[in-house]
């Protein structure tokens, strides 16, 4: 049903004709998100459309190219000085929105900022959670400490916004919100925002990086996915994100149209919850008595899930092709992504089998949840696996609802188990071991998103070595042996990696970007 509506914006779309390329001065970009922008403060939560906001107003230390590749940001370059301790060598002359000159003291101030921001949801205290002390040498000089040897340190600051110590020292994130404390260093300006309908920009004349190509930058929250494209067809937005996998042979026809993909550092995956609350859906036997522990702590029992599960044919017949199916968490010839490992199988009879050895030979009933408003076909992926679970038995309702209830709910454990995603622009396979499967430890800034409670101290130790280490070759090495531990104990469920895909009106170009965020500096007018 939900197809045939996404046919039919397409198709009424095209009933008032081509799209309008003159709608408005080629100075002004509007962008339809597929999912809401929760906050404007760029520490509160780490989402991609939060942080599609927060990095089009605010810069960070090091940014990212469109492959994931580390690029010079506000720092000029970055070094170890010795195991435990990183300098950073900041451009001069930089200046906040506001006229005032941004220094080294900034920076040390949003690090500490980002992990004591009241009631945050999570993403960004991890990243920062192993800085010991930070020493402003110069305005342009900042040298970190840190507990232990942090490779990965660069990278994990590629995340973080920096933010005015002038401004945010003593802003809170209703500050940010209500753009008071908006004041960047960033390609644009805050100038207004609506809360889960548009935030609203102008260009910084004096960006650092280059004058802006759009003088105005809308970012529209259009989650329905058959009106973001019935409103690029009629005119009304330039370039969306995540059309329709039903619509793009279409899209690709329609010569007013461009599209814009790249394989994404996304995995979508199940996870078990080991810990349920009292306030989770109950599994239960068939008679509805409820089944404690939880069956989905038994080794034999998520092999049987994993098992008769058919990830080829979630991504070729629910995603129509914009996913890969895998059984790991990075995308093939990343840093530390194991390429002897292939699909797991998908043999629905030994899965049946296996639950008969658990303990379970009729099987369980048990509820599987999603957000229904994140990640594209999120609900029908949820209702493939459900399906194919109750073929060898296991009784399985869905329960769909909006993100910002899920990850409430996920963040308490009030799930039995949960389909979700987590991006990994990192591109190695420390980031999702540390905030997915490492126990939970606020000291060390581990599991921030292990809502799941999974807890393997022999997995932690093993992933601790790994993420400290600063020889790349032996790093990666400790990182393989970590995935393959935690893939056989089969401590979450891999299904597939995103492709993100981007479409576009004609005369709109745009550099697709394997951490799936939807950047204006992307996006540039070309000959019609």
């Not at 509506?5 to 080629?26: D, H, N, V, W, Y």
């Not at 200046?95 to 920076?107: E, L, M, N, Y």
């Not at 099987?363 to 999603?370: A, D, H, P, Q």
């Not at 540390?434 to 800034?445: C, E, I, S, Y």
Request: aromatic residues 8%.
């Amino acid at each position: 049903m939900m197809r045939l509506l996404l046919s039919c914006a397409i198709g009424c779309a095209a009933l008032l004709g081509p799209a309008r390329t003159q709608a408005q001065t080629p100075q002004a970009l509007r962008i339809g998100m597929s999912s809401p922008v929760s906050t404007l403060d760029p520490h509160f939560y780490s989402t991609s459309p939060n942080n599609t906001a927060a990095f089009s107003i605010f810069d960070r230390l090091v940014h990212r190219g469109a492959d994931g590749r580390l690029q010079p940001g506000l720092a000029l370059s970055w070094a170890p000085v010795s195991e435990t301790e990183w300098e950073f060598r900041l451009r001069p002359d930089v200046r906040w929105h506001d006229g005032q000159p941004f220094t080294a003291a900034d920076v040390a101030f949003s690090l500490q900022r980002a992990r004591n921001v009241p009631n945050s949801l999570g993403g960004f205290e991890n990243l920062v959670r192993p800085i010991q002390d930070m020493q402003v040498v110069s305005p342009t000089v900042l040298r970190v400490t840190t507990a232990g040897a942090v490779p990965s340190l660069p990278s994990d600051l590629s995340f973080i916004a920096i933010v005015s110590e002038h401004v945010g020292k003593g802003a809170s994130t209703a500050d940010y919100n209500s753009g008071k404390a908006m004041v960047g260093t960033g390609p644009f300006r805050f100038t207004s925002y609506a809360s889960g309908d548009r935030l609203v920009l102008a260009r910084n004349e004096a960006w650092w990086g280059g004058r802006p190509e759009w003088e105005q930058v809308t970012l529209r929250m259009v989650s329905n996915i058959g009106a973001r494209t019935a409103s690029l067809l009629a005119g009304d937005l330039d370039i969306i994100e995540a059309p329709s996998a039903a619509d793009l042979p279409r899209l690709r026809q329609e010569s007013q149209i461009g599209i814009f993909a790249v394989p994404g550092s996304r995995v979508g995956y199940i996870n078990p919850i080991y810990a349920p609350a009292a306030e989770a859906p109950r599994i239960t036997d068939s008679s509805g008595k409820p089944i404690e522990p939880t069956p989905l702590r038994l080794l034999k029992v998520r092999q049987a899930l994993s098992m008769a599960i058919n990830r080829p044919a979630i991504t070729e017949r629910v995603m129509m092709g914009t996913g890969s199916a895998t059984g790991q968490w990075l995308p093939p010839g990343s840093f530390s992504a194991l390429p002897e490992l292939g699909l797991p199988a998908y043999d629905p009879v030994r899965a049946k089998a296996l639950l008969a050895e658990a303990g379970f030979p009729d099987g369980f009933r048990m509820t599987l949840s999603t957000a229904n408003d994140r990640t594209p076909y999120a609900a029908e992926i949820t209702q493939a696996v459900a399906q194919m679970w109750m073929r060898i038995g296991v009784q399985t309702a869905v329960e769909a609802v909006p993100f910002s209830v899920y990850s409430a709910r996920g963040a308490r454990q009030q799930f039995s188990a949960y389909f979700g995603s987590l991006n990994n622009p990192s591109m190695e396979a420390g980031l999702l071991l540390r905030n997915l499967l490492m126990t939970v430890d606020a000291t060390k800034g581990t599991g921030t998103y292990n809502w799941s409670r999974y807890s393997n101290p022999s997995l932690d130790a093993l992933s601790a070595r790994a993420i400290s280490t600063l020889d790349d070759t032996r790093r990666e090495q400790l990182l393989r042996q970590a995935a393959h531990q935690a893939l056989d104990d089969v401590a979450f469920i891999p299904l597939y990696q995103f492709q993100n895909i981007w479409a576009a009106r004609k005369g709109i170009g745009f550099e697709a970007r394997a951490d799936e965020l939807t950047l204006a500096t992307g996006a540039h007018a070309t000959p019609q």
